[in-house]
Every structure is written in C-alpha cells, then in structure tokens.
C-alpha cells in the first residue's frame, strides 16, 4: 500500500468516526444523557460488539492495524491536551480554607469506599480476569483506581448548565472530583511505573522523575505562566506565538512523562495546573483548543477504545455477567453511599446528598483514558476492559437522572445563584 492509498484509509476512517460519534452524541442529548454518553457508545458500536459482527469484512476494511496505530496516535495527543484543559480549568479559589477541607472530605467518601470495594471485587475475580503473570496486589490497586474516578469536566458542564456552579454544593463538589481525578492520576502513574519495573524498589526512579516534574512545573513554571499571563492579559488576547509556545510545553511535557514511564496525560495535566488563574488566558486556550479536541480527536478516542471492546463473553449464559454485576454494584454503592452521606452529615439536605452522590458517580471519559492507559501497558485483559467500558456508560448514564429525581427542574432553579440552605443539625456548617 503506498502513502496516498494508506492516506485515504486514515481519512475514511477519521469520517466515519466523525459521523458516527456525532451522531450518536445527538441521539443521546435527545433523551437528556450528556453529548459524552452517546460518544462512548458510537466507540464500541464501530468496534468488534456491532460492526464487527454484522460487517466483519467492512470493520476490517475500516480499521486494519496501520490505521488503528494512527488512531491511538491521534488520541493520545488529543488526550494530552484534553488533560492540558481540565487542569487549566480548575478554580484554585475553591481550594482554599473551610471549603477544600469539606471537599477534601468528599473525595475521600468517594475514594475511599469505591477504592476498597473495588479492589476487593478484584481480589475476588483475580484468577479469571487479571492479566497472566500480574501480581495481585496490583491487579486490586488497578481495579480499586478505576473505579475511583470521577469525571470532572463532564460534572463541571453539568453544574455550569444547571447554573449552581458557584453555590456552595456545586463548588464543594466540583473540588471534590478534581482531587479525585488528581489521587488517580498519581496512582495510575505508581502502577505503571511498578509495572514496567517489575517491583516497587525499581519503580522509584519512574515516581521521583513524576514527582520532580510536577514539583518543578507547579513552582518554577507556574511563575514562568504567571509572566506570560500578565502579558496576555495586557494585549487582551493570545498571539500566535505565544500559543505555539504553549503548545510546545505541553507536548513537551507529555513527551517527558511518557519518557519516564508515566503517560503523557500526567504531563498535560500537570502543565494545566500550573497555568494562570487569567480569564482572558482560560478563554484563549478554551476557544482556540476545545473545538478540534472535542469534536475530532476525543472520538477518535471513544472509537479506539470500542475497537478494544469485546463483548462476546457478555452473550447468553455468558462468564462475565457475574463480574460485571459485582463491579458495577461496588462502583455505584462506593460513590453514592459514601459521598451522600457526608453531604448529609455537612447538613446539606438529603435530595442534595443524593445528588452529589449521583453526579459523583459519573466517570465518563476519564476511566476509559486510565482503562486505556492500563491496557497500552498491558495491566488490562480484554475481558476486564470490556467489564469497565460498560461501567463507564452505564454509570455515567445514571448520573443525570440520579440527579434529576434528587432535585427536580423547579427544585434547581430556586436554588440558582444562592447558597442552599442546610438542615440544623449538630454538623451544620
């Protein structure tokens, strides 16, 4: 095959992802799901669970192996800045003082339950679902990790759309979900590390490199930031050369934390972080960024991890539906049970703990990337990916109308731009 012919392979493929995605993102803001649910779904549709099966030849045709390695090409780089984003978004305002206390408290009611019942479901399938010659205790911290995260961008839209961002609920629990996608990044970045060691000792080079990185970064280059974004904010806007700077710090970074043994969406992460609290900066690099990210690069993603997806053990009388039930039960109760109890106890009604119980539950994109992560360093089976695909749709899924019924329309719009009022009791804040 010659480049031009191979070139028209990857444009097909980049097409249908388009359609396909977009379309079924479409079908899922119909039925009130978020645009992130109907992405996800349209990725294992065009994999091996629907395409595959009812058109193997044109799934071939499609997606051959050449074009699949441009694809994880793609959805790296698209991943890296998609972190890049997420940390350049987060409010370090809310993280300060009594509220990151509380919400430091949420993430741990999230972290901690789902963690433990996680690993435990883990422990309890090691010998069918873990990788051959994975220890146990890794395959527990993978399972418990994954299961752990909450998807902070996506909780962010939802609270931004139903206009109680800035109430003191949806700031508590938007820092919360941010210190829970940080814990399992860093987590994440010790597995792997420990992985492709072979034991925690020689993994201590891989988790000092991280560590320096990140401490050198949120010090020395939140400064450098800083100057650049009192420049920018002097112009008024973000010229093209101090773009493409920033672009190459975040490839850059991405490509020294892939070096070191750590995936290169710890870099964009991090880098996110360390930029400037600037409106004008945030509103540059979510204008110029979001758009090529959200639309292209992102579902090439949700295609590439469908692709990744079989669904041929979840057939009748099947051996993953035991699994399945298990983890997706220990997923949902961790979350919920944990994080709405604490609201509860800060003296927050119960509609509103079942609410942040719910929208915590949401992992959406964030555990298909650490899912994907796991299975490029061979952490994964395709059994267990398939498992945690489903949970995070169906999860996610569930979150919107957990939060519906916790707080109807009428409910919401109430309580938009004023703080809710909590219940008296020995915890009230």
Request: net charge neutral.
């Amino acid at each position: 095959m010659n480049q031009i012919e191979f070139a028209l392979r990857v444009f097909a493929a980049l097409a249908v992802v388009l359609v396909a995605t977009t379309v079924c993102g479409r079908l899922a803001m119909l039925v009130r799901q978020p645009r992130v649910v109907g992405e996800m779904v349209a990725g294992v549709l065009l994999g091996p669970s629907l395409l595959g099966a009812v058109a193997p030849g044109a799934q071939a045709q499609l997606f051959p192996t050449d074009v699949k390695g441009v694809l994880y090409v793609l959805s790296t780089i698209g991943l890296t800045f998609y972190m890049f984003l997420v940390g350049s978004s987060l409010d370090h305002g809310l993280a300060r003082g009594r509220n990151m206390r509380r919400a430091s408290t949420l993430a741990v009611s999230g972290i901690v339950p789902t963690f433990l019942l996680g690993a435990g479901a883990a422990a309890l399938f090691f010998g069918s679902l873990a990788v051959e010659g994975a220890s146990r205790w890794e395959f527990m911290l993978f399972v418990g990790g994954a299961l752990s995260i909450t998807a902070f961008p996506m909780l962010a839209r939802i609270l931004q759309e139903r206009g109680i961002a800035n109430t003191p609920i949806g700031g508590l629990t938007l820092v919360a979900a941010a210190i829970d996608d940080a814990v399992a990044w860093v987590l994440l970045a010790i597995i792997i590390a420990v992985g492709a060691a072979g034991s925690p000792v020689d993994a201590l080079d891989t988790v000092a490199g991280a560590a320096l990185f990140a401490l050198v970064m949120l010090t020395v280059g939140r400064h450098l930031f800083r100057k650049l974004g009192e420049r920018v904010e002097r112009q008024g806007r973000m010229s093209r050369d101090t773009m493409a700077l920033v672009l190459l710090v975040v490839l850059a970074a991405g490509w020294f934390t892939d070096y070191i043994g750590v995936f290169s969406v710890f870099g964009g992460f991090i880098t996110g972080l360390a930029m400037p609290q600037s409106q004008v900066v945030r509103q540059e690099l979510q204008t110029r960024l979001t758009d090529l990210n959200s639309i292209l690069l992102l579902p090439v993603f949700f295609a590439f991890s469908g692709l990744n997806t079989e669904v041929s053990g979840f057939g009748a009388g099947g051996a993953l539906w035991v699994p399945l039930v298990v983890i997706m039960a220990v997923a949902f109760a961790g979350k919920y049970l944990g994080c709405a109890a604490v609201v509860r106890a800060q003296g927050f009604p119960w509609r509103y703990a079942s609410a942040v119980g719910g929208l915590m539950n949401a992992r959406g994109l964030m555990i298909l990337v650490f899912i994907n992560i796991g299975l490029a360093h061979g952490l994964v089976t395709p059994e267990l990916f398939a498992i945690l695909v489903a949970v995070a749709i169906v999860t996610t899924a569930a979150a919107m109308p957990i939060y519906r019924a916790s707080l109807p329309d009428d409910a919401d719009r109430a309580d938009t731009g004023a703080a809710p009022t909590p219940v008296t009791t020995s915890n009230a804040p």
